[in-house]
């Protein structure tokens, strides 16, 4: 069974374009966790590789519709990215190329669209047949695989971004070792690209 879960197409999209332009910056991919008592330090001991890389946590935040139509979804997505302080400029530098990605309302939503639809040829055009909870009727749905998950491909409207703090500093006091950051939030209207078509 698939699930609807747009932040993962934003994070492989970010994972995909920013570290080959950072090149500096980034030894390995740009890893997104989801929200959960986190221990940064034990993230950084899981990817070693990585330790000096900025990564994100995240969290995922329905937002109240603005219009009568139900079909297109209001949501937010909270980042926070994270550096060890040994050097801040990754960090500063991911943040604009996030902003740069992102920041450009419709036209960024036409960007990831593109990306996702180009994702899901590559993969080879998989859909998935079920029944739909609201109709009761069987119908065909895109989708697309990470890491052995299937995914319902969304269709993205407008996205926006803005940052409540300039940066703050993290210590993990177990450790006094201290980790600088960034919250952004990702604000985006998005609508379920299936069902493709009816099967009854």
């Given at each position: 069974?698939?699930?609807?879960?747009?932040?993962?197409?934003?994070?492989?999209?970010?994972?995909?374009?920013?570290?080959?332009?950072?090149?500096?910056?980034?030894?390995?991919?740009?890893?997104?966790?989801?929200?959960?008592?986190?221990?940064?330090?034990?993230?950084?001991?899981?990817?070693?590789?990585?330790?000096?890389?900025?990564?994100?946590?995240?969290?995922?935040?329905?937002?109240?519709?603005?219009?009568?139509?139900?079909?297109?979804?209001?949501?937010?997505?909270?980042?926070?990215?994270?550096?060890?302080?040994?050097?801040?400029?990754?960090?500063?530098?991911?943040?604009?190329?996030?902003?740069?990605?992102?920041?450009?309302?419709?036209?960024?939503?036409?960007?990831?669209?593109?990306?996702?639809?180009?994702l899901w040829v590559s993969q080879g055009r998989n859909t998935l047949t079920e029944t739909d909870i609201v109709t009761g009727r069987q119908v065909e749905r895109d989708i697309v695989d990470f890491s052995g998950t299937d995914f319902y491909l969304p269709y993205f409207h407008e996205?926006?971004?803005?940052?409540?703090?300039?940066?703050?500093?993290?210590?993990?006091?177990?450790?006094?070792?201290?980790?600088?950051?960034?919250?952004?939030?990702?604000?985006?209207?998005?609508?379920?690209?299936?069902?493709?078509?009816?099967?009854?």
């Open positions: 069974m698939a699930i609807h879960f747009p932040p993962v197409f934003i994070n492989e999209y970010l994972s995909d374009k920013i570290p080959p332009s950072l090149p500096d910056t980034f030894f390995s991919a740009l890893n997104f966790f989801p929200t959960t008592p986190t221990n940064l330090e034990e993230l950084t001991e899981q990817f070693p590789e990585a330790a000096g890389d900025v990564f994100a946590v995240y969290d995922r935040a329905f937002k109240l519709r603005r219009t009568p139509f139900p079909y297109i979804k209001c949501e937010q997505l909270l980042y926070y990215f994270y550096k060890t302080s040994e050097s801040i400029v990754g960090l500063i530098e991911t943040t604009q190329r996030v902003q740069d990605l992102l920041d450009r309302g419709d036209d960024s939503a036409k960007d990831l669209n593109g990306w996702i639809a180009s996205i926006r971004i803005f940052q409540l703090e300039e940066t703050r500093d993290i210590i993990d006091f177990g450790t006094a070792r201290t980790y600088a950051g960034n919250k952004i939030i990702i604000d985006y209207d998005w609508h379920e690209s299936g069902p493709s078509k009816s099967t009854i």
